[in-house]
């Protein structure tokens, strides 16, 4: 013969698996869904004779595919030049909000003061380029290959 303690004990479980699989269809469902493409302006500018900055600048345009916004609210750049790696975060931490189902473009701007890189003069190409976003839900990671100098004037 079946207890009653047994058959609440199924009862609870039960309910329990139903309500762990309901929160994790909706946590899937109902993320924001965001994807990204690098605009035409990825370079670095070094510094003119009276600066003392370098100036990476990147424009990325944000897709939310989800049904839920977001918001963006920093965002940092790690490179590689030579044999040192560097992060930089971007100074002016304004908040970048996305409705769902929209677009909007980004332009980030990363500064580096040149005294704070111990000699180092860095020229024509930077390598192993990653950016991150920190978002409402979570982190955006964007690889780039590679940011070359801007030679123009």
Do not use: W
């Amino acid at each position: 013969m079946v207890s009653i303690a047994e058959i609440i004990g199924v009862v609870g479980g039960t309910a329990g698996l139903i309500s762990l699989v309901i929160l994790i269809y909706k946590t899937v469902k109902e993320r924001p869904r965001l994807s990204f493409e690098i605009m035409d302006r990825v370079t670095f500018y070094p510094p003119h004779e009276n600066q003392n900055f370098y100036n990476f600048s990147i424009s990325i345009k944000f897709h939310n595919k989800g049904r839920i916004g977001t918001t963006i609210h920093s965002s940092k750049l790690f490179f590689k030049y030579g044999k040192e790696e560097f992060e930089i975060e971007d100074p002016r931490e304004s908040s970048l909000t996305l409705e769902p189902d929209s677009s909007t473009t980004k332009n980030c701007s990363f500064y580096i003061r040149k005294d704070e890189i111990k000699n180092i003069n860095i020229k024509d190409v930077v390598t192993n380029c990653l950016l991150t976003f920190r978002h409402t839900h979570g982190i955006l990671k964007v690889e780039m290959p590679e940011i070359r100098e801007n030679k123009k004037s």
